[in-house]
C-alpha cells in the first residue's frame, strides 16, 4: 500500500469556548520566529487570510512545516501540517504530527494574553497527499488503523474514528474523538 | 514497494512537448542542485517556468528588531543571485484571458491545498498564484497542471506573458465582436515561438472588444488589440509601447486597421523588432515602450512593416480563422428572466453590482468579489462545482481579481447566489470602490515597500458604506506595494503607491496618493501623485477625499474632472491634516504596516540617540524638492508644460544636492556642478543604486539635465519628466535611509571632500 509513503498530513484541534480573533494571533506567531520557538525547522513568515471566510486563518509558515490557525469547516483551531523534511512512514509522521500540534496547542495556551483554549477530545487528520493517499475507500481502510494506533498513544485512551468529505474532491480526511 | 511519482502516474497522459518540457526542467533542478548549471541561467530558466522568488528569499529576515538571517537547510545552495534554494517562493500559472474549466480550477484547489497555503490568488492580469511553494515540488506540480491543459511556461521571465482579455467577451453587449479566439490563437502562435526568446524583458499583450470600456486595458499594454468592425469585415487597432511601472506610458497607434488576418504576422513583427534593437543590458530601459520612445512611433512603425515583409508566409497566421466559433461557449441552462421581486435584499444587493446581462437574452454574468483576489482550496471547489451546475463550465478571471460565472440563467440567480453566499463569496461590491485592488506587496513580493494588501484589506473594511453612495460607488481604488505598479494604480481615481519616508530618524511606511487616472477607455490616462501619506492615514485620506467629492462636484462630474477643477494644490491642503506622521512616543502605531506588528524596517537604520530630536540638513533638502514637485504639478495642470518640466528637473537638482552636501559638504546651486558631484559621490560609489533596479533612478536624472532646457510642450513627455522626477526623489528617501541620519564611516570614507 503506498499511503506508507505519504508525506504531507494534517492535524487539527479545535479551540474551545470562545476562540480570539484570528489578527490576534499574529503578533504572537511573530514572536514565535523572531525566539525560534521551534528548535528543529526555520519558521519563515507570518500570514493573515482573515478575509477568507473558513479558510486557512493566520499562517505561521515555516520550512518543513507550517501553523495555521485555521478557520476552515467554520470552526476555529490550530492545525499542523508536516510538509516536508521528515524521515520514516507515515506512522511516524502521524506520530510527529500529533506531538507538534499538542506542544503548539500547549504553547498557544501559554500566552495569557490570547486566552485560548484547544480541546483534546476532537482531531482533525488529513492527508494531503492525492499520489499515495486519495480519497477513496481503500486509502481510508489503510489509514484507519494507523491513525487509531496514533491517536490513542497521543491522546492516552480509546478512540473513535469517522471518516469525513467521503466522496468530496477533498483530501483524505477522518475525525477522531476520544471514547 | 517503491514509491509511486506523479511522473509515472501521469505517463502517456500529458501532451507530449509539455511534458518533455517538464522532464527537462526537472533535470535542470538537479543539475543546479549539482552545482552544474549557473544560478542566473538557472533564475531565468524557472521563470520563464512561473516558478518565482518570493519575499525574503535572500535568507534574510526583518523580524522588527533588524535584519536577521533565516536557516534553511540548503546551506549554500542558490537558485539564482542571492535566493536561497530552499526559501519559499511563487508559483504563477498563467490563465490566457482568464479562461478556466471546472477541472482545471478543481485541480489548482489540489495544489494549493498540498504545495502551497491553500490559498489561489488572481493577479490583476488573470493570473493565479500560490504562495510558499518549494522549487523541489514545482516539476510535479507542473505535470498535474498539463494533466488538465495548463502550461506555467513563460508566465514570468523575459517573454510573452499571460495574453489578457475582457472577462465579458463573447457575451458582452458593446463589443464589436468576440476576441476569445482571437486571443486563444495568439496564445497558442506566440508560446515558445522562437521570435520570442530573445527579449530583454517581458512582453505584455491584452485583448478589448471595444474602445469604451475597460476590460481589456489595452493601453498600459506593450501591445494591445481592439476588434472593431468595418463594412462586415472584422479589424484591430493595434498600439504598442503602453506601460505601467515606474513611469508609465500610454500605448501609441501602431496600426489603425489591422485586418484580422494580418494580427499574428504583425504582432510576429513586432515581436522581431523588438528583439533584435530592443535594449538588453539595461533592464530598467528594456521594455518596449523605451523602443518606442528611442524611435518614435513612426520609425518603429516603418521598422515593423519591413519586418512584416521579410516574414516567412505561417499557415498558422489564418488557420484559426476558419474556426473561430471553435472558442464559443453553450450554455447548460435555458435562459430566464431575473426575479428580483420578493428575493432577499442582500441578493438583490449583490444582483445590482455582481450581475451584469449578457449579450444573450437570459443571460448573465455573476461576478464573485474575492477579496484580496484570495479565495481557499474549498472555495474554489464550490465554484468548480457551481460553474458545473449552472454554467456550462466557464469561469474566467479578471484584472479586478475576481472571478467571473458566464453563461448563468437569470432563473438560476438566485439559487446561485445562495450557493455562493455560503462559502463565503456572495458578497456584493464588485467593481465598486467597495471592491479595491491590490499587488501582493511587502506581504510576499520582494520589491514591495508599504504593505498595499495591508492597507487594501483596511480599504474593503472601511469603504462598504461609501459603495452605498452613487456618487462614489463607481470610484475605483487601487493600490501598489512599490513603483513597479502591479496594483495597477496609476489608472485609478485613487491610487496609492507604497513609499517609505524617514521621520525622526524612523522609516515610517508611507503611500503617495495618485490621483485623476481614468479606468474608462481602456485605461486612457493616468493620475498624478499629490503628496504621500503614512501608510495609517491612508484610509482617511480616502475619507476626506470622497467626502470633499461629495460635497464639492458640480453636476454630474466625475472625480477625474473634479480633481482636474480644484486642482492639486486645493487637494494637498484637503490632505494636509492627514499627512504627517506623529512622533514615535505620540503614537508609535504609525511605525508599523497594516496588519503587521514589527517596527517597520528599523532594522535597516542604525537610530542614533538623539535622532528623534534633531532633524538633519538633508531632510530639509528632501522637503523642499517635494514642495517644487508639487508646484511642477500644479503648473502642469495648468497647462504650462515648460514650466512644469524645468520646476520638475529643479527639484531633482535640489533632491540631489542635499544628498551631495549630506554626504560631501559643500556643492554649489549650479545643476550642472549639482550633476557632477551626485555622479562622483553617489553614483560612481553605487550609494545611490537601488538594490533592485540599481541606477535606473539616477539615470532619469542625469537624462532630464541633458534635456534642461525643455523646449517640448508634449504633456505626455513633461508627464513622464514628473513622474521620473517623482521616483528620483523617493530614491533620495530610499539613499537617505539607508545612509542614516549620520552617513557610515564607511560611505564617508569611500569620498573626497567635495571640491566645489
Ligand atoms: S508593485 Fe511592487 S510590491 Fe507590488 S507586486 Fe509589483 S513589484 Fe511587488
Known sequence: ?179 | MPAKTWKSELAGRLPEELDREIDLFEGQIALRKQGKMDERLFAETRLRRGVYGQRYDNGLRDDGTGPKPLAFPCGELTKGPDTVWDAPGMQRIKIPYGKMSAEQLDMMADLAEELSDAILHVTTRQDIQLHFVHIEDTPDMHRRLASVGITTREACGNSVRNITACQFAGVCNDESFDVTPYAEAMTRFLLGHPDVQEFGRKFKIAFSGCDDHPCGLVTFHDLGAVGFVEDGKRYFKVVVGGGLGAVPVVAKVLAEKCPEEELLPLTQAVSRVFARLGEKQSRARARIKFLMQKFGIDELRRLVEEERKLLREDPRWTDYLSHLSATDEEPLRPGGPLALDGAPATFRAWAETNLRPQAQDGYYVATVTLPLGDFSSDQARVLADLARRYTGDTLRCTVEQNVALRWVSGADALALWEALDAAGLGAPGAGTIADPTSCPGTDTCKLGISSSRGLTGELRKRLTVLADDPVTRPLHVKTSGCFNSCGQHHVADIGFLGVSRNVGGRKVPHFNVVLGGQWTENAKSYGLVVGAVPSKSAPEAVEVLTRAYQEGREGDESFQAWVQRIGKGTIRKLLEPVSKAPSYEEDPSYYRDWGDPREYGTGDLGVGECAGEIVPWVEFGLTTSEQEQYEAQDLYDAGQHQAAAAKAFASMVTAAAALVRHLAGQVRDEPSDVVAAFRRHLVDTELFFDPFVKGKFADYFFRAFERRKFETDDPEAVHALLDEARLFLEASHACYQRLGATPPPSAAGLIQPAAE
Open chain 1, 1 to 179: 500500500m503506498t499511503i506508507t509513503h505519504a508525506e504531507r498530513l494534517q492535524v487539527k484541534l479545535y479551540a474551545s469556548a470562545t476562540p480570539p480573533a484570528g489578527e490576534d494571533l499574529v503578533p504572537v506567531f511573530h514572536r514565535w520566529i523572531r525566539e525560534h520557538v521551534v528548535d528543529d525547522d526555520t519558521l519563515i513568515d507570518v500570514v493573515d487570510y482573515g478575509h477568507v471566510k473558513d479558510g486557512p486563518g493566520v499562517a505561521l509558515i515555516g520550512h518543513g512545516a507550517d501553523y495555521f490557525y485555521d478557520e476552515s469547516e467554520g470552526r476555529k483551531g490550530l492545525l499542523f501540517f508536516r510538509k516536508r523534511a521528515l524521515e520514516g512512514d507515515l506512522r511516524g509522521r502521524l506520530q510527529d504530527a500529533f506531538t507538534r500540534t499538542l506542544e503548539g496547542a500547549a504553547r498557544l495556551e501559554g500566552e495569557g494574553a490570547l486566552d485560548v483554549a484547544f480541546g483534546r477530545d476532537e482531531v482533525l487528520v488529513r492527508i494531503l497527499d492525492r499520489l499515495h493517499a486519495p480519497n477513496d475507500d481503500a486509502s481510508y481502510a489503510a489509514l484507519e488503523p494507523l491513525v487509531r494506533e496514533v491517536a490513542e498513544a497521543a491522546l492516552g485512551g480509546a478512540v473513535t474514528l469517522e471518516r469525513v468529505g467521503a466522496g468530496t474532491k477533498g483530501p483524505l480526511s477522518v475525525r477522531v474523538r476520544r471514547a
